[in-house]
């Protein structure tokens, strides 16, 4: 990617970000930070040995979650409703799970997520803590989920010294760089929680505050089009973008489509009219 290709994408990626940080009360240098961290500004990120992907680099389930739960309220009450739970894991119906993970890889859609997963995990940590979390918590929140982040932040609260791998053996085999230094010393769970705090840049302020969140348009938030990177995720050429608008418009008008429940057939054709709807 050129220099002036990267600088557009990244000028986008942080135009997405801001408005998700207004939409869901989140700070926006911590949602700046995190998707930093997490991909390098790169809304199409993919992690070598696990199913994260996108800004955030959301695993499937997690994916799944958050926009059965947060979904309908920006625009995407389709792909909420395409998803349900069975035996204790989301699924997604067949004729959408393309679309629906492919909202993952577009900047405006993973950071409303990031968003509402932030400000869930910033209410649940409150209540768990008895105080409001700082950006490293929820940090920790996405790292280890909400009940891991709980178990990890009272544990560095009461014995700082003691090593992290001791108290997360199956997390730190799987991430060794964040639990053990590059000469393989165990690092303490207070050692591991100053590392996350270096990555997330935080500088104590808090990144949400439980109960004060913005409330939420119910529409997608409008970004900077990508279709070439929709029709790669999507698969197979689409058509341009005004003759896009001009399909859906014709077809709305005929009552063909819902937007927001579209069919099968349709849901790819509605994706991509909210994904390359112009910057309000």
Do not use: C
Not at 37 to 62: K, M, N, V
């Amino acid at each position: 990617m050129s220099s002036a290709s990267l600088q557009n994408r990244d000028e986008n990626v942080r135009t997405a970000i801001g408005r998700a940080a207004a939409r869901t009360g989140v700070d926006f240098t911590y949602l700046l930070n995190q998707a930093k961290s997490e991909s390098g500004l790169d809304p199409r990120a993919r992690a070598s040995g696990s199913s994260a992907t996108g800004l955030y680099q959301f695993i499937d389930q997690s994916w799944l979650g958050v926009v059965k739960q947060h979904g309908a309220k920006h625009g995407l009450g389709w792909a909420a409703d395409a998803i349900e739970q069975r035996g204790g894991r989301w699924t997604v119906d067949p004729a959408y799970r393309e679309a629906v993970f492919a909202l993952r890889e577009q900047a405006g859609p993973a950071a409303l997520m990031a968003g509402e997963f932030a400000s869930d995990n910033a209410e649940g940590l409150s209540r768990a803590l008895g105080r409001q979390p700082s950006s490293t918590d929820l940090y920790f929140a996405h790292f280890l989920g909400l009940e891991g982040a709980t178990r990890f932040l009272k544990a560095a609260d009461a014995s700082p010294d003691s090593p992290a791998a001791a108290a997360f053996p199956k997390e730190a085999r799987a991430n060794r760089t964040i639990f053990y230094t590059r000469t393989g010393d165990a690092r303490s769970l207070a050692q591991v929680y100053a590392l996350m705090a270096r990555k997330i840049g935080d500088d104590g302020a808090p990144a949400a505050e439980p109960g004060t969140l913005s409330p939420t348009p119910p529409e997608m938030p409008a970004g900077e089009p990508r279709l070439a990177h929709i029709e790669e995720a999507l698969g197979g050429p689409t058509e341009g973008e005004a003759d896009i608008g001009g399909m859906l418009a014709a077809m709305r008008e005929m009552g063909r489509i819902d937007l927001l429940r579209p069919d099968p057939q349709h849901a790819k054709l509605a994706y991509l009219m909210l994904a390359s709807a112009p910057l309000a």
